[in-house]
């Protein structure tokens, strides 16, 4: 098994099994799994609210991030854990059904590397992983 650290931040059941399906399918078995965008940064920074210079309690070496979530969305998770210089490298795909080039443009911005759209495949995520984890894949 591939020793990469992936955080997998998705709030449909049936998305988040194929994701670590393909996953597992690939070799990459160290995954976490939250499903909000708070429990994300929760995840990041323990119960700290200043995210600027919060302390990371967990890093991963790669963070697949659903786009459209309830109470703090993709975007909102960007902003938060982009703001803070022990994160801001953390590679960043974001996977979401939305086409809207407005959202695609904002991810970008806020540090993303990637932008995927549902459904997504095997080789999508393996090259994403190999792009921005090369020394894991």
Known sequence: MKKVKILLVEDNPDDEFLTTRILFKLGYSAIDVVHQGGEALEYLFGGERNFTSAVPVNKPDLILLDMRMPLIDGIEFLEAAHANLKTHEIPVVVISSSKQEKEVNRCLELGAKAFLYKPINSEEIGQAIA???????
Do not use: D, G, L, V
């Not at 792009?131 to 894949?137: D, L, M, T």
């Open 131 to 137: 792009n921005f984890c090369p020394a894991y894949s």
